[in-house]
């Protein structure tokens, strides 16, 4: 785009960034399986209809058929 000019975020900034992501990290470790698998399938429910809508899903990427 011509005309903006968008700033570098500052070396502190991303410092902090950093930390913040390795906590998240060491959080989602230490997690419950039944949590982990919980976070999984919430997750699925959310990207799968726009993986769907961009493009033909892999044989991989289809859902799991867990719900009754």
């Given at each position: 785009?011509?005309?903006?000019d968008?700033?570098?975020?500052?070396?502190?900034?991303?410092a902090?960034q950093?930390?913040?992501?390795?906590?998240?990290?060491?959080q989602q470790?230490?997690?419950p399986?039944?949590?982990?698998?919980?976070?999984?399938?919430?997750?699925?429910r959310?990207?799968?209809?726009?993986?769907?809508?961009?493009?033909?899903?892999?044989?991989?990427?289809?859902?799991?058929?867990?719900?009754?």
């Open positions: 785009m011509a005309g903006t968008h700033a570098r975020p500052s070396p502190g900034l991303l902090a950093r930390r913040a992501k390795q906590a998240w990290r060491r470790v230490e997690l399986l039944q949590e982990k698998i919980r976070l999984l399938l919430e997750l699925q959310t990207v799968y209809p726009i993986l769907r809508q961009r493009r033909q899903l892999r044989p991989w990427e289809r859902p799991w058929a867990i719900e009754p």
